[in-house]
Structures are given as C-alpha cells and as structure tokens.
C-alpha cells in the first residue's frame, strides 16, 4: 500500500490529466482504506475536476473534428461543383463547334448548291437567246451583211487571178445557205405576227382586257386558259419559259403578260401591283437569269422572242 502510494504521488506531478485522474481516484481510495476521510475526499474533489478538465477537452476535440469534417464536405461540395462546372463547359464547348463545324459545312454546301444553280439557269438563258437570235430581225440583218461582204468578196476573186473560181463557188454556197435561212427566219417572224393578231382576237385575251375596264381579280383558271391559248398560239411558249428554272407566281404571270404585249400600267393593274413594282420585277428577272441584263427591257425582248 505505501507503494502504491508513493507511486500515484509521482503520477501527480508527471502523468497526462488522464493518469493524473487516475492516480488521485487511486489515491482517494487508499485514504478511505485508512480512515482519512479528508484527504480522501481532496482526491476525490481533484478527481472530479480533472475528470470535468478531461471532457471539456473532450468536446473541444469533438467540435474541432465535427468542424473539420463539415469544412472537409465544404471543400468536397466545392470541388464536384467545379468538376460538374468544367464538364458542362467542356460540353459546351463541344457543341459549339460541332455546330460550327455544321454551320460552316452547310453553308459551303448550300453554296456550292446554289451556284450549281445559277450556272444551269445562265446556261439555259444563254441557249433560249441564242435561238431567240436565230429567228430575230438582227439575225436577218446580221446575216444581210454577211451576204453583202461575201458578194464583195466575190468580186474581188473575180479580179484577181485565175483559179478563184472554186472559192466563188463556195462563197455563193455560203450566200444561198444564210439567203435559206433568212427566208425561214421571215416566215417564222410572218408567222408570229399572225399568231399574234389570232391570239389578240381569242376569247381569254379579250376577258382580260375586260377585266382591265372593271378592275376585277383575274381567277387562278382564267390564268391556266390564258397560259394554254398562249400555248396554242405561240407554240412551246411555257415549256421554254420553264426551263429558266422555278419563276415565282407574280413572275410567272407578268411573263406571260409580256408575251401577250400588254403595257406596263396594264401588266400592274391586273397584278395589283405600282407600275414601279413590275419595273423592278422585270429587272429583277434580267438580273437574276443574264450575266450582263439588268434593264426591264430586256426582260420584255427576251420574252417576245420566245
């Protein structure tokens, strides 16, 4: 026992408060053991308030690991925040470019596409007034002047040395072949004037003009009988005219208005449109089908000529 006693004094003054504690429970127990009630109950009172010291610190310890647990989850919140953050902007940064990237192919194949287009349309353009130039007036003329250089010509051989006779010959080959065509071309253009007079006589052609006296809206079949008796007058008018490509429904009409020889205040009277507005709709069309059109007039002459 005086051991004992010895030894929970040296814990007294060297041991951590967990042994202090205990040393003076220890203590207080071989005082009672002795009869030493006072010096037991010193003990017992030290006991009690290391044993208060203990679970202060206790709970200090406590509330220090309970803080850095939750500032533990407060950095782990923060940084799923931020990892979600960073895959959404990575994510956004990949649809903006595939949509880029779409954007960029669409556009160069719409392009491509349109310009397949407008390369068809002049083709069939430059085609419609080549053979619009083979059965005008300026053919005629340009074909009169061509006979008139070779007939000079001609002439010249004729006093030039012997054996041009073979070169007369086919000079005047030439001359009877452009005088041929010439002559086709004439009756075609006789022909057309005839057609014309035959279709200003038509019952469709004067229902139109009666609608230009009462002002009233022409019907969607009053226009399919008007395109069909240009048709029958004028033959393949529509289908040449198609092969320009899709024309709008205004255009489509003033065309065929033109064809007819109707005026400009009148063309925009049975359209409802200014006489302004079928101007710009005449050279829009110039525009649109010719490389160097960009008159209304020459909307119209390439129209007549068809």
Known sequence: M???????????????????????????SIALSQGRTVSAARHLDQALSLGDSILKLTRTDEVRNAHSHYNY??????????????????????????????????????????????????????QLQ??????????????REHIHRLENRIQELNTQLQGSSLQCEQLQQQIDILSHMNRQVELEQNKRLLDQDLFSQSEIYALFRQKLITGQAVTSAEW????????????????????????????????????????????AALLFLSPEGVSSLRRRLCAKFFQNGSEAKEWDKFILSL
Request: proline share 0%; aromatic share 12%; glycine share 6%.
């Open 2 to 28: 005086d051991s004992a006693q010895w030894y929970y004094n040296k814990l007294l003054s060297c041991g951590t408060l967990y042994v202090q504690e205990w040393a003076n429970r220890g203590l207080a």
């Open 73 to 126: 989850q407060l950095r782990e919140q923060e940084n799923q925040r931020l990892k979600l953050q960073n895959l959404r902007q990575r994510q956004t940064n990949v649809a903006i470019m595939v949509a880029f990237v779409l954007f960029v192919c669409g556009g160069t194949l719409y392009y491509l596409h349109r310009r397949k287009v407008m390369r068809l349309r002049l083709q069939v353009a430059e």
């Open 130 to 143: 080549a053979e619009a130039y083979r059965n005008s007036r300026q053919f005629v003329e340009d074909n």
């Open 224 to 267: 399919d009988r008007f395109a069909e008796q240009l048709d029958g007058s004028f033959e393949g008018f529509t289908q040449k005219l198609g092969r320009l490509g899709q024309l709008k429904e205004k255009e489509w009409r003033a065309s065929l208005l033109i064809k007819a020889r109707f005026k400009n205040k009148e063309i």
